[in-house]
């Protein structure tokens, strides 16, 4: 099932993105779940949240990961979301 995870970052938690962007990155990498993945950017072009669509057994899988996530794991998100996504185009 495909899964979009959306997650908004806290105000003023910009240094905690960048800090952890590389391993974030590299979890993604090593994900074999992860179809799609890109920053949410605020008006002035900055990132301030995430956009990651799952590919998972169930809803189960996908929280699992979204606790492995080292985004997740350092405090950046202020809410995380979980949605069943059925694709259409693409």
């Not at 590299?26 to 605020?42: H, I």
């Not at 072009?45 to 996530?69: F, H, K, N, P």
């Not at 997740?72 to 069943?84: C, M």
Request: proline share 6%; glycine share 8%.
């Amino acid at each position: 099932m495909l899964v979009a995870l959306i997650a908004r970052d806290k105000a003023g938690a910009l240094p905690i993105r960048q800090e952890n962007r590389p391993a974030h990155v590299a979890y993604l990498k090593a994900s074999a779940c992860v179809q799609q993945a890109g920053p949410l950017l605020d008006d002035t072009g900055e990132m301030c949240g995430s956009l990651i669509v799952l590919d998972v057994a169930d809803m189960a899988e996908a929280q699992t990961w979204v606790d492995g996530d080292p985004y997740g794991k350092a405090g950046l998100f202020e809410k995380v979301e979980l949605i069943p996504w059925n694709r259409v185009i693409g």
